[in-house]
């Protein structure tokens, strides 16, 4: 009977703590402000369990996307490229509780750090 009643809280708590869980699956619009440079990007994320993927797409070009989001911290890396040079971009933000993503952005081989926000898409509301 003691081992019912322990299972069942358990069962309650992890269902209560997933219905609390955010959710990152769908449009976001992403402003990127890296080493003074301004530029704005529609993101597709699909968030299955704690893992994250999709693709980014800026003026010239789409990437995709892969991360992970523990509690209301959220990191993702994208490859892409500059003047013909490799580099990788990696997001690490946290959710707050109004929905909006915001936090670094680092830009490898570079060195080049920067901010970003990240709202939900006004045309996902539709």
């Not at 322990?6 to 890296?34: D, E, R």
């Not at 993101?43 to 993927?53: A, E, G, H, N, S």
């Not at 003047?83 to 109004?98: E, R, V």
Request: charged content about 20%; hydrophobic content about 35%.
């Amino acid at each position: 009977m003691k081992n019912l009643f322990v299972s069942s809280v358990l069962l309650f708590a992890s269902s209560a703590f997933a219905a609390g869980a955010p959710s990152l699956t769908g449009q976001w619009s992403v402003h990127n402000n890296i080493a003074g440079n301004e530029s704005d990007q529609d993101c597709k994320f699909v968030q299955t369990d704690d893992k994250l993927t999709g693709s980014c797409k800026s003026a010239d070009k789409e990437v995709q996307i892969t991360g992970s989001l523990d509690g209301k911290k959220v990191t993702w890396t994208y490859e892409s490229e500059y003047n013909g040079s490799p580099l990788t971009l990696t997001y690490t933000a946290t959710l707050d509780d109004s929905g909006k993503i915001s936090g670094s952005v680092d830009v490898q081989p570079f060195g080049v750090t920067g901010e970003f926000t990240a709202t939900p898409s006004k045309e996902a509301a539709k």
